[in-house]
């Protein structure tokens, strides 16, 4: 990776955010790294340590809430099929944490792993041979960029799916989102940006955690796909999509 001369560079993904720390430029995470400590890309969220700051998550807690809003979303759920990017470690290490909240619950995990756009077929072909109760799709560039396949998939087949963020994946089609607000992410990543662009150092400064997460719902969707969620599911929705 060249940064051509940049000052600091906003990242998202684990991926570009490694590239970003071997290249040792300034760097803010505002999306999607995963869990930063555990991948080695900073020493600790309050003392970071490097050239990396940014908005981080408690991957374990959202996950076990997730879960449980699949669970309300469908109350006989025995068991999910999870969707994630096997190449990425951030996201592998959301998947882990996932799994294991679905585990605590009593749910089966249907453990659907991808490397490049043509395993999605595989994943389908999976499915069609026994048909999950609900998805869960860990977001990253691959998962997203081929999220339309797995919408028609999930409303062709009536299965109810839950993303993890609103932005693009709700607005664009799918059923659910659970996850943290990416406005604030982004106003308090372009916060981080402004001390660095005024001569703070990544390393001098903690990495921040979201305070507000949604719960977003397509009810267009629902509708269209023929999914009847619980009118006290509903009731728990930050925004309604109709």
Known sequence: MKANGAD?????????????????????VFLG???????????????????????????????????????????????????????????????????DAARSLGITVQPLGVREPDDFNGVFEALDRDLPDAIFMVADSLTTLNRKRVFDY??????????????????????????????ESMERAAGLTARILGGAR?????????THYKLVINLKTAKATGIELPVNFLALADEVIE
Not at 8 to 28: D, E, Q, R, S, W
Not at 40 to 68: F, Q, V, W
Not at 202 to 210: K, R, T, V, W
């Open 202 to 210: 990544p390393a001098d400064l903690p990495f921040e955690e979201p």
């Open 8 to 28: 600091v560079i906003v990242a998202g993904g684990f991926p570009t955010t490694l590239a970003c720390k071997v290249a040792n430029v300034p760097t803010v």
């Open 33 to 99: 790294a995963g869990d930063p400590v555990a991948t080695r890309l900073i020493d600790s969220l309050a003392h970071p340590g490097g050239n990396i700051t940014g908005i981080s998550d408690n991957a374990a807690a959202l996950a076990t809430k997730r879960l449980e809003l699949i669970k309300q979303a469908v109350p006989k759920v025995r068991r999910v099929a999870m969707l994630w990017n096997r190449n990425d470690l951030g996201m592998s290490m959301r998947y882990d944490a996932s799994a």
């Open 154 to 183: 999930a409303g062709a087949h009536h299965i109810p799916a839950l993303y993890e963020y609103d932005v693009p994946n709700v607005h664009d089609g799918g059923l659910m989102s659970y996850g943290p607000d990416l406005k």
